[in-house]
């Protein structure tokens, strides 16, 4: 599908001007997908927090992004620890005073074997413990400053072999048999949906987005998409207008069944 229609499907982008310089956090934004949304976000003027945990990696990427003209800052930030969550909200209070895209991009696969009777319970409470409760830890932290925001948006990057319907379709693309990363998609994608609900009320719009078979080291580069494509959707789910979705599930394709 081509990028116009992507568009259509998820409402055209908003000027990143709009109302002074957003702001936003990509987790896991040091390489690979988050640091092409992070580069995507920044290109349209804005200020963009580069979460991760290795100081290294994310001080390359912070000095990457700046070099192309971005104004980036790093957040040190490990999703799977509270103070360091803490410690990431509160900084960011104090450079931005508010925060307008939250992008839950951080995830790991649990390694392997995953087939369900052979797979190790701690690789399924790996996956879960980042994929799943890392998000809803640091949203929850975040969500006073995305408040003050007059447009705040989540986008949580999943997958779609979390998908109920696709994974139980005959003949579906949903990859090799998994008890741990696919089935912790499926878990984001509820509490996605839940959130949606919750903040129905309010101006806070929450999806889940696919970014298709992407080469990264999450999967050994073996992806056939380039990262800056697996960036697309995520980008312009960042960037819909005030009446745009909230609690869906999308791709560059369109809208992903749950």
Not at 26 to 31: E, H, L, Q, Y
Not at 196 to 209: C, G, M, R, S
Not at 225 to 236: D, E, F, H, K, L
Request: proline share 6%; net charge neutral; hydrophobic share 40%.
């Amino acid at each position: 599908m081509s990028e116009t229609n992507v568009t259509n499907i998820v409402g055209e982008q908003v000027d990143g001007q709009a109302g002074g310089q957003k702001v936003a956090l990509v987790t896991g934004a040091n390489k690979g997908i988050g640091h092409e949304i992070a580069t995507g976000l920044g290109a349209l003027g804005w200020r963009i927090g580069v979460g991760a945990r290795d100081e290294a990696r994310r001080e390359t990427a912070v000095a990457k992004l700046r070099a192309a003209g971005i104004n980036a800052f790093g957040v040190p930030l490990d999703v799977t620890d509270v103070s360091s969550v803490t410690a990431a909200a509160r900084l960011i209070e104090e450079r931005a005073g508010r925060l307008d895209v939250l992008v839950n991009n951080a995830g790991v696969t649990g390694g392997g074997p995953q087939e369900p009777t052979r797979v190790d319970p701690d690789r399924v409470r790996a996956a879960v413990e980042t994929n799943v409760i890392g998000v809803i830890r640091v949203t929850n932290a975040l969500l006073p400053l995305l408040r003050r925001s007059p447009s705040p948006r989540i986008v949580n990057v999943s997958s779609s072999v979390g998908s109920l319907t696709l994974q139980t379709t005959p003949g579906a693309e949903t990859g090799p048999i998994s008890a741990a990363y696919a089935p912790s998609k499926t878990f984001l994608n509820a509490v996605t949906v839940q959130y949606a609900k919750e903040l129905a009320d309010t101006n806070i719009l929450i999806n889940a987005v696919c970014p298709g078979y992407t080469a990264t080291d999450l999967n050994a580069f073996q992806g056939v998409r380039t990262p800056q494509q697996g960036a697309v959707s995520a980008i312009r789910l960042a960037t819909v207008p005030d009446d745009g979705p909230t609690g869906r599930f999308f791709s560059d394709e369109g809208e992903i069944p749950w």
